[in-house]
Nanobody, 121 residues
Framework: QVQLVESGGGLVQAGGSLRLSCAAS????????MGWYRQAPGKQRELVAV???????NYADSVKGRFTISRDNTKNTVYLQMNSLKPEDTAVYYC???????????????WGQGTQVTVSS
């Protein structure tokens, strides 16, 4: 019913920048929350940044001051601008959205397929 399509991952040297995008489509009535998570090999998936509405934001301590999350509600799209990347930022990054569809009465969580970000030292 809802699809999240991510783009923008890749390989970058330490200190470089990448911008991730995630567009939601489908039977969307309202998107409550959009955000980004990441999972490194052998580790659990962790929150990177979240924006409940596009005006308020929350970040993991490890990315504060380096990453910026933003949201375009007219396009149902969330972005993650990543600057000053470090090797420890290497992970698969997943887009998340809590969506109320036109066919349901309670919102559900949806995930993108993931995009690889690799930061070389």
């Amino acid at each position: 019913q809802v699809q999240l399509v991510e783009s923008g991952g890749g390989l970058v040297q330490a200190g470089g920048s990448l911008r991730l995008s995630c567009a939601a489509s489908g039977s969307i009535r309202r998107i409550n929350v959009m955000g980004w998570y990441r999972q490194a090999p052998g580790k659990q998936r962790e929150l990177v940044a979240v924006t409940p509405s596009g005006t308020s934001t929350n970040y993991a301590d490890s990315v504060k001051g380096r990453f910026t999350i933003s949201r375009d509600n007219t396009k149902n799209t969330v972005y993650l601008q990543m600057n000053s990347l470090k090797p420890e930022d290497t992970a698969v990054y997943y887009c998340h959205a809590r969506v109320l569809t036109t066919r349901e009465f309670v919102p559900r969580d949806y995930w993108g397929q993931g995009t690889q970000v690799t930061v070389s030292s």
